[in-house]
DNA sequence: GTGCTTGTTGGCCA
DNA sequence: GTGGCCAACAAGCA
């Protein structure tokens, strides 16, 4: 489910829960896959009774510091969430990872398993978390790095193109439809077809879509919304694109809906042509 | 039972 | 070697 602004919103409600708490003890599923690579033994070991420093949102992966070099990663795949609890609680059938605070519980959860908890233990953030693609809100996401790298993509979908991690992190399946409907660009053009009119303004709906999302669904500063999609407005394509009989909210035309990129997108026929 | 699902990866093929 | 496509992963929901 999370993309981008989500996995900043699930990170900040761990954050404010976890600020200057220390770790009491750590409840985990051994057998679950989540933790592929690394010791569910070793997570436990190194939590228990550490503090928790600071965290960080970078595409769709979160990174949590706690004291004695003791890192957390996350990733929510599909279903994947992180919830507060009153403290004490007792993990249900999904929750995977649960962090005892004096204060409250930090609970990982997710039935489809398709996440992950990464563990990494030294004085550094992990290589994995480095090397994530710098981020469109950066000034590294400019327009030139945009339209080369269009180019190379250029046989494929846009949608494919805007899906691809290692150029557009964190954007997950809406996300790219909001760039692609804001941008009046047909999901199925091929990347290479793009006049460099329509290359910009792709570049700046990535931008303006990320910010909108990071404010509305995040929160700006200390605030957190009370859920997800509390401040998304009905003008956005996202409350419109899975509705049977689903309207453009500018045009109030009808939305189309197709596979591309071996993804269900959707967009609307009367602004975004072929 | 059927057919979906806001993600990622590895294998296959051109 | 590069790039594009697709199935697989797994569980819940309508």
Not at 57 to 80: C, D, E, I, T, Y
Not at 117 to 136: E, L, R, Y
Not at 174 to 181: G, K, N, R, S, V
């Amino acid at each position: 489910m999370p993309e981008f602004a989500e996995v900043e919103f699930f990170r900040k409600r761990w954050a404010q829960a976890a600020a200057g708490q220390r770790i009491k003890s750590v409840e985990l599923h051994p057998a679950a896959k989540i933790f592929r690579g690394t010791s569910p033994a070793a997570i436990r070991r190194a939590l228990t009774s550490a503090k928790y420093l600071s965290s960080e949102a970078q595409a769709k992966q979160m990174l949590f510091r706690f004291s004695g070099g003791a890192w957390v990663g996350v990733h929510l795949g599909m279903s994947g969430e992180l919830t507060v609890r009153p403290a004490g609680c007792t993990p249900a059938k999904h929750d995977h990872l649960v962090l005892h605070t004096p204060k409250h519980s930090l609970v990982f959860s997710d039935p489809r398993m398709f996440g992950r908890v990464q563990f990494h233990h030294g004085p550094a953030a992990p290589a994995w978390w480095t090397k994530i693609a710098p981020p469109i809100l950066s000034p590294e996401f400019t327009i030139e790095v945009v339209a080369a790298f269009l180019k190379r993509r250029a046989r494929a979908p846009i949608k494919a193109v805007l899906l691809m991690q290692e150029r557009f992190p964190g954007v997950g399946n809406w996300m790219a439809d909001e760039i692609l409907w804001r941008a009046a660009i047909h999901p199925r053009r091929l990347a290479g077809s793009l006049k460099s009119a329509e290359v910009k303004t792709l570049w700046r709906e990535c931008g303006h879509v990320c910010r909108l999302a990071l404010d509305t669904i995040a929160g700006r500063g200390n605030y957190l919304p009370p859920d997800l999609n509390a401040h998304i407005p009905r003008t956005w394509l996202f409350w419109h694109r899975w509705e049977d009989g689903g309207l453009d909210p500018r045009t109030k035309t009808p939305l189309s809906r197709a596979e591309i990129g071996g993804r269900t997108t959707c967009w609307s026929p009367a602004r975004q042509k072929l």
